[in-house]
């Protein structure tokens, strides 16, 4: 059983070039959430998918969009990255849709 | 929207000692307050959770407690140990619909550092 996985765990990327972080979770939960976290600023959501086929915006969706593959994986895509995206990144997942209960370890990016 | 504040931004005690954070939040519709532990280079871990038809919850050395009047509640960590160093978060969330269900809004962290 291995939670929440996050690949990569690290990324460097050039300003507008294109990217996915993938996320699965092996939980059989409904819900599943991207965030990211920036320094002094608590953890901030993106998107989550309350169900496999829905998805939703969360404080701070753009310049981002979301696919929830199937139950178990949910990617977060930057099509044109920007400084501003630089941040850890967050998946996480719960069988309550109230809020995440089980996060990943997270993807560092870094966008020059 | 959401908006919670949370207290102290660091908090640095001796082992043994008790910890307390603090977290107030803005609207009164929001009904379930989680609390995460983040370690170094990890990702949040949560950690207890209380729904806003309980005052009080405990489990072994932690405890959260609620007040729906004041919009405030806090984190207790007794005996603490140099193990509970982490940047603690709370988060506040409502479920009154459809379009709420999972937008957790959270504090912006506490560093807690237990000095052996």
């Known amino acids: 059983n291995a939670g929440v996985t996050q690949t990569p765990k690290f990324q460097v990327l050039k300003t507008g070039q294109s990217m996915t972080l993938q996320c699965a979770q092996d939980?059989?939960?409904?819900?599943m959430y991207w965030y990211r976290q920036d320094p002094g600023m608590g953890l901030r959501l993106i998107y989550y998918?309350?169900?496999?086929?829905?998805?939703d915006k969360g404080e701070v969706p753009n310049g981002y969009n979301v696919s929830r593959l199937n139950k178990r994986e949910f990617s977060l895509r930057l099509e044109s990255a920007a400084p501003s995206q630089t941040s850890v990144y967050f998946c996480?997942?719960?069988?309550?849709?109230?809020?995440?209960?089980?996060f990943g370890p997270g993807t560092r990016l870094t966008v020059l | 929207g959401e908006n919670v504040e949370q207290h102290p931004s660091t908090l640095s005690v001796q082992e043994g000692d008790s910890a307390v954070i603090k977290c107030t939040y803005s609207?009164?519709?929001?009904?379930?307050f989680p609390w995460y532990k983040q370690e170094l280079g990890k990702g949040p871990q949560l950690i207890i959770d209380?729904?806003?038809?309980?005052g009080e919850k405990k489990d072994q050395r932690i405890a959260v407690t609620l007040n729906k009047t004041a919009k405030h509640f806090s984190l207790h960590i007794t005996e603490t140990q140099p193990e509970d160093s982490a940047v603690y978060f709370c988060?506040?969330?409502?479920?009154?619909?459809?379009?709420?269900?999972?937008?957790?809004?959270f504090g912006q962290g506490t560093i807690l550092t237990v000095h052996p």
């Open positions: 996480a997942s719960s069988e309550d849709p109230r809020g995440a209960k089980f």
């Open positions: 939980m059989n939960h409904n819900s």
């Open positions: 998918s309350a169900s496999e086929g829905t998805t």
């Open positions: 609207d009164s519709a929001s009904n379930y």
């Open positions: 209380i729904r806003s038809n309980v």
């Open positions: 988060a506040a969330s409502t479920n009154a619909g459809g379009t709420s269900y999972g937008k957790l809004t």
